[in-house]
């Protein structure tokens, strides 16, 4: 993992077409904001992991579901 220090208006750039932005610091939370081409997925990680879940079940579903046709 790298780690940077980033302070309010701050950023940094991903693989030369992605922008992360440190919009606004309030305590312990980080508001950031990220400018990227729109066929470039940004998912918070917790909502990513909902979808991953939600793939994994419905391909073993499907495999199931192909097992009771053979």
């Given amino acids: 993992m790298l780690a940077l220090s ?3 208006n701050e950023a940094l750039i991903i ?3 992605i922008e992360v932005t440190v919009l ?3 305590g312990d939370q980080v508001k ?3 400018t990227a081409p729109k066929e ?3 998912y918070r990680k ?3 992991i909902q979808i991953q ?4 079940e419905a391909v073993e579903a499907a495999s199931e579901a192909l ?3 053979v």
């Fill in 6 to 8: 980033r302070k309010k």
């Fill in 15 to 17: 693989n030369n077409n």
């Fill in 24 to 26: 606004e610091i309030k």
């Fill in 32 to 34: 950031i904001g990220i």
């Fill in 40 to 42: 470039v997925p940004i």
């Fill in 46 to 48: 917790e909502v990513y």
């Fill in 53 to 56: 879940e939600a793939n994994k």
């Fill in 67 to 69: 097992k009771g046709l």
